[in-house]
């Protein structure tokens, strides 16, 4: 069911602490850490705690939650200093846009230049 635990899902278990993760900052609803494989100088992920398959089905789910999201993306951002020179949020969307976990979750990229399109 939407927004309940799952048993198998990687970000669920970071979650519960069952997977090491490095946080970066955490809320009630939100859990930001770094990517393990990081695509720029910070690349945190910035995920719900509740599970959500991706991002539409968050914002028809739990509206405020992605407002939970955002928010603290910006907040990391602010942290990295990344919000003076620009950073990008990233919602991959389906297998072919590349998304591997199938728990709702915002990519944080900065730290260098981004270019536009992205691949
Ligand atoms: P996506 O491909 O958009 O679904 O993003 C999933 C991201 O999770 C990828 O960028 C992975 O590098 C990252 N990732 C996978 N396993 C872990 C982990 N154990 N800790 C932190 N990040 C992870
Ligand atoms: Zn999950």
Redesign the pocket.
């Known amino acids: 069911m939407a927004g309940e635990p799952q048993a198998d899902c990687?970000f669920c278990k970071?979650v519960r602490g069952e997977?090491p993760?490095t946080l970066v900052r955490e809320t009630e609803t939100v859990l930001a850490?770094r990517?393990?494989?990081p695509q720029a100088p910070t690349h945190v992920?910035v995920i719900p705690k509740a599970h959500y398959r991706d991002a539409a089905d968050l914002a028809s789910s739990a509206p405020q939650l992605v407002a939970d999201v955002l928010r603290e993306a910006g907040e990391v951002a602010a942290e990295e200093k990344t919000d003076s020179t620009g950073y990008r949020i990233v919602f991959?969307t389906g297998a072919g846009a590349?998304?591997?976990?199938f728990h709702a979750?915002a990519?944080l990229l900065g730290g260098r230049g981004l270019e536009w399109p992205p691949g």
């Open positions: 990687l970071i997977v993760a850490f990517d393990i494989n992920l991959n590349g998304q591997t976990v979750h990519h």
